[in-house]
């Protein structure tokens, strides 16, 4: 037996089965009750947006919806914050470049 616990052992969490999302097209399992950030962890992805001016990778910061670090693009929509928004089945999750509204200009 592992001597490694996980945040469900911790919790003695008993989640439902797991759905599928999408991260950049590549599938990836979210168990209910997960917010964004919590699956693409889960899936080992720490990094979803680049900054505007130098294109540094971010991801989870403050985890409480306060530092904006998170910001990835939900099913097209743009600027949602990974840390705050719950996970549904069949989400589309895609890497945020800059603003998430380059495409626009
Ligand atoms: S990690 Fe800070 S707002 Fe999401």
Redesign the pocket.
């Known amino acids: 037996m592992s001597d490694r616990r996980t945040p469900l052992d911790l919790v003695r969490a008993e989640p439902g089965p797991a759905y599928t999302a999408t991260f950049d097209g590549r599938e990836i399992q979210v168990l209910p009750g997960q917010t964004v ?1 919590a699956a693409l962890w889960s899936a080992g992805v720490t990094s979803w947006r680049t900054t505007r001016r130098t294109g540094e990778p971010r991801g ?11 910001l990835v693009t939900v099913n097209g929509r743009p600027n949602q ?4 928004v719950p996970a549904e089945p069949g989400d589309a999750i895609t890497t945020q470049e800059g603003t998430g509204h380059d495409e626009l200009r």
């Open positions: 950030a989870v910061f403050c985890g409480i919806g306060v530092c904006f670090d998170c914050r990974a840390c705050l």
